[in-house]
């Protein structure tokens, strides 16, 4: 829907008003909210994945800015009306399932946890010049982050724990996608 697409507003229009009922004149019989924004609707069952702890964790929303915090405050409630309302609500890992049950009030049998699974690589022809210096560290000492550097990742920890790591594993190195100017970089 590119005209929905232009703000958060608008999506979250999107998701609470027209999805269920578009949904609906489409044919479909189930509704997977990937966006844990979709507000129950009679005629339209849905069930939840809750993607990002963010909005109910108050360790991580203290690190944003107020009006980060008062904007995932936002997103929680949605998430909190969602997840109540669907027929099932999908996690990817047992500390998020325990946390939405308790933050949202909803019964942890209804929450599953789903572990995503990566695809195995398989590279063609020499290995490409970014994964050269990874190949050089032995296996098992190889620690590969992805993700962003955000306060609330908490990569602070991840850093300031290598030299422990590496009195048990001496060439312990972490690999991280942040920008080339990060200063862990």
């Known amino acids: 829907q590119p005209r929905y697409e232009a703000s958060l507003p608008l999506r979250i229009f999107w998701n609470t008003h027209h999805l269920a009922a578009r949904a609906k004149q489409d044919g479909a019989d189930l509704v997977v909210s990937m966006g844990g924004t ?3 609707h ?3 069952p849905h069930v ?3 993607q ?3 909005p109910f ?3 991580a929303l203290a690190t944003l800015p107020l009006r980060q915090q008062l904007r995932m405050h936002g997103i929680g409630a949605l998430t909190r009306t969602s997840c109540r309302g669907s027929r099932r609500v999908y996690v990817q890992t047992a500390t998020m399932r325990a946390w939405v049950s308790d933050a949202f009030g909803i019964n942890i049998s209804h929450c599953e946890t789903v572990l995503p699974e990566p695809r195995p690589l398989f590279i063609d022809e020499k290995t ?3 994964l050269e210096s990874m190949e050089r560290i032995p296996q ?3 620690i590969l982050y992805v993700g962003n550097s955000e306060p609330y990742k908490n990569t602070d920890l991840l850093i300031q724990s290598l030299p422990i790591l590496r009195a048990q594993i001496p ?3 972490l690999f991280a996608t942040w920008s080339p100017d990060h200063p862990a970089c």
Request: charged share 20%.
């Open 38 to 40: 979709m507000q129950p």
């Open 42 to 44: 009679r005629e339209m």
């Open 48 to 50: 939840s994945f809750v």
């Open 52 to 54: 990002q702890s963010l």
């Open 57 to 59: 964790c108050p360790e």
């Open 128 to 130: 490409p010049p970014l």
């Open 140 to 142: 098992g000492a190889r």
């Open 171 to 173: 060439r312990a190195t």
